[in-house]
């Protein structure tokens, strides 16, 4: 099961993330309607609530981990779902399908990093996930913890964010390069 941050206002990402879902098989999932802010604050504070919203969820339900992903989800081929969670680790706090910024050594992130288009919330890391106080980007605030927790990343990275207009910047963003930049290993790219 899958649970995607989708504000129903996007049509535009709904049918992308439905042919997404139907070229890997993903037939369980959950969407969760999300308001879009009007400054680039409120977008942020109701981008972390929503983030929230599904972790509380899976902490109220006593899941051992939920796996959470946001609707710009673009997968990298065919397969690269499974991949992911085949190549699940055994210890983790979150595992993340990719991240756009930050070091990683031994698929394990070691800096602040950006992104939640994909991960994984391990049970142990909910408490800590829902206190965390996100001013700005949720997943830079979360990462920033990189030395007290377990933040693991799929190898090779499995997803992208597509090019829609984003709603965290209200613009179109390039975030490909991005991950050649930063010599991201990418499932079935390189």
């Known amino acids: 099961m899958i649970h995607v941050l989708h504000p129903s206002s ?24 999300n308001k879009i802010g009007e400054s680039m604050r409120d977008r942020r504070a109701l981008i972390a609530s929503g983030h929230k ?16 992903a946001e609707n710009d ?14 190549h699940t680790p055994d ?7 990719m991240i756009y910024d930050g070091h990683i050594e031994n698929n394990r992130v070691m800096s602040k990093a950006s992104g939640f288009t994909l991960y994984t919330i391990h049970e142990r890391f909910y408490d800590a996930f829902l206190g965390c106080n996100a001013t700005g980007h ?26 829609t207009q984003s709603d965290n910047f209200m ?20």
């Open 10 to 33: 996007r049509v535009d990402r709904y049918q992308l993330l439905m042919t997404q879902f139907a070229e890997q098989g993903i037939t369980e999932y959950t969407l969760w309607d």
């Open 53 to 68: 919203k599904i972790v509380q969820f899976a902490k109220d339900n006593n899941l051992p981990k939920i796996i959470i």
């Open 73 to 86: 989800l673009s997968f990298f081929g065919p397969g690269a779902w499974q991949y992911y969670l085949d």
């Open 91 to 97: 210890d983790y706090d979150m595992y993340f399908g």
């Open 138 to 163: 949720i997943d830079i605030a979360i990462t920033s913890q990189h030395a007290q927790y377990k933040f693991m990343v799929c190898d090779p990275m499995i997803c992208e964010q597509n090019d």
């Open 171 to 190: 613009g179109k963003l390039d975030l490909r390069q991005r991950l050649l930049d930063n010599n991201r290993k990418l499932f079935n790219l390189n």
